[in-house]
């Protein structure tokens, strides 16, 4: 996120109110786990706008408070990020996990990163274990296609925006045969007996 003094003149509450009407941070459906879901959407993040501190405080007010009992998945969908729109920077990602309730942290049992670009994979194989502390870094995976997204979370209990759907297509038109499934360079293998067959998730540390 970008320093204090770069930002839009916005006043603490207000930029609490403009991350709520955008939904960002969704708490929506469940996972095919039976874990809630927290949706969470990168193209929408005013980062030119928003403060850390307006992040923290809206999520520690409308959404922590709802995850503290129950087990839950992050499913954070990256498709049309970018550095100088809506990036919110290192220092911004690591104030926001760190002020993250531990027994928030307890109960998430995964983090699904949708459509993740080769600059994010580098970003988080060199920043990953610094910014996702408390055992949050390892639990995220990547997903490169819908189709993966929905072996895991149940298809119809959670909203997925217009324009995911349009790169899906884009996807489809110019890499036909490449970013499919779950990737990384260290497999692991979750065995799940609600999911037939049990299949092969490989976790976010594609360089380390």
């Known amino acids: 996120?970008?320093?204090?003094?770069?930002?839009?003149?916005?006043?603490?509450?207000?930029?609490?109110?403009?991350?709520?009407?955008l939904q960002i941070f969704k708490i929506q459906g469940k996972d095919k786990r039976g874990c809630s879901i927290l949706r969470v959407i990168g193209k929408l993040f005013p980062a030119k706008i928003a403060s850390v501190?307006?992040?923290?405080?809206?999520?520690?007010?409308?959404?922590?408070?709802?995850?503290?009992?129950?087990?839950?998945?992050?499913?954070?969908?990256h498709t049309g990020v970018n550095r100088a729109e809506n990036f919110p920077g290192i220092a911004a990602l690591r104030s926001i996990c760190d002020?993250?309730?531990?027994?928030?942290?307890?109960?998430?049992?995964?983090?699904?990163?949708?459509?993740?670009?080769?600059?994010?994979?580098?970003?988080l194989a060199l920043f990953g274990r610094l910014i996702f502390t408390g055992g949050v870094y390892w639990k995220m995976n990547y997903v490169t296609r819908l189709e993966f997204l929905w072996e895991h979370v149940k298809r119809k209990e959670i909203e997925i925006p217009e324009f995911v759907y349009d790169h899906e297509e884009e996807l489809d038109d110019y890499r036909p045969m490449m970013d499919y499934g779950m990737e990384g360079d260290h497999p692991r293998v979750y065995v799940d007996s609600t999911v037939e067959p049990a299949i092969s998730m490989y976790s976010m540390r594609c360089i380390a």
């Open 1 to 21: 996120m970008n320093s204090q003094a770069s930002l839009m003149t916005i006043s603490l509450p207000e930029q609490e109110k403009l991350i709520h009407k």
């Open 99 to 123: 002020a993250m309730p531990e027994n928030v942290k307890n109960h998430l049992n995964a983090v699904y990163f949708l459509h993740p670009s080769l600059q994010s994979r580098l970003f």
């Open 53 to 77: 501190e307006a992040v923290n405080k809206y999520l520690q007010k409308k959404i922590y408070p709802s995850l503290e009992q129950r087990q839950f998945s992050i499913v954070y969908l």
